[in-house]
């Protein structure tokens, strides 16, 4: 671990655990390369922007994360480069802030990783497009799914009460901020001709809902309502909308096109590759229930890239599903760039 390309003291980290202000990202570094390392140091600058209002020298972060990943030479590892201000006081946040880069290394996870069992609960990420240190509510629910035999947490939230743009193939607000807009949109949020929704998913949508709808109630074990923020068993819901996991994007297969859930999220960069490189692509709201109503769905990061998920809730969805590997190995064809 290096702060600012120095080892750190007590003191240096002490505003970093005992105050909780900063952001940050994490990349798989392989070879001294990394998939989307522009997107990594575009997310750095615009977060440090927005939440110090200075301006970050990204070819100085680039110098520390090459000093930091050195001695694992042609191996790889997980870095995770943190911004934030030591010398921050809780009581005045708002004095001039002068952030400083903290860059930590831990082993690569084994891929591929296993699929994932995760429990849905109501609840939205504070500043959701931004990826910050307050992680207190996210491992909370993760923790939570895990004491009730889950792997993780993805989230969800209450449809707004006006019709929504699914079949419009709009973004939400905060997708198109800050230039963090994603290849085949265009400035007003709508979806170019070559990635807008085909003729006929509403209407495929509602129909593998209805499937969902009809085991459902002859099951007797729908999902139930929960309030935002509440941990409950068995889903939410089946209108919420889908978001995001707690660490992670949430994409879908509906047998013709990966779906990426048009919703307030962190725009993560594995996502940000895939949905420049799979060709048929589409954004557009899901909810509970079509998620559950879906041929596939599947987890992506940075640190372990495409993981299937084998079930939301009590629903269960085929891990194995070919889509799934051909995301995987889309995504292994990206070139890394140099650190």
Known sequence: MELDGAPPNVNDLAVLALTNYGHFTTMLVECQRVRGLSLHLKRLAHDCRLLFDAELDVDRVRHLARRATRPIGAGSCVLRITVFDPALEVGHPSLRAQPRVLVNTRPAPAAPLPPLRVRSVAYRRNMPAVKHVGLFDALRHRRAAQLNGFDDVIFTEAAPGIASPASKGLAPESVLSEGLVPEGLTSGGAVSESRAAPKGLAS????????????????????????PGSITSGGGNPTDLVSEGATWNVGCFDGDHVIWPAADCLRGVTMQLLQRTHERTIIAPVDWLGLVGMQAAFATNAAVGVRAIAAVDDRELAADHPIVETLRREYLSIPGEPL
């Not at 949508?205 to 999902?223: H, M, T």
């Open 204 to 227: 495929r949508s509602r129909a593998a809902q209805s499937r969902v709808s009809e085991s459902s109630a002859l099951e007797g074990s729908g999902p139930r309502s929960s309030s």
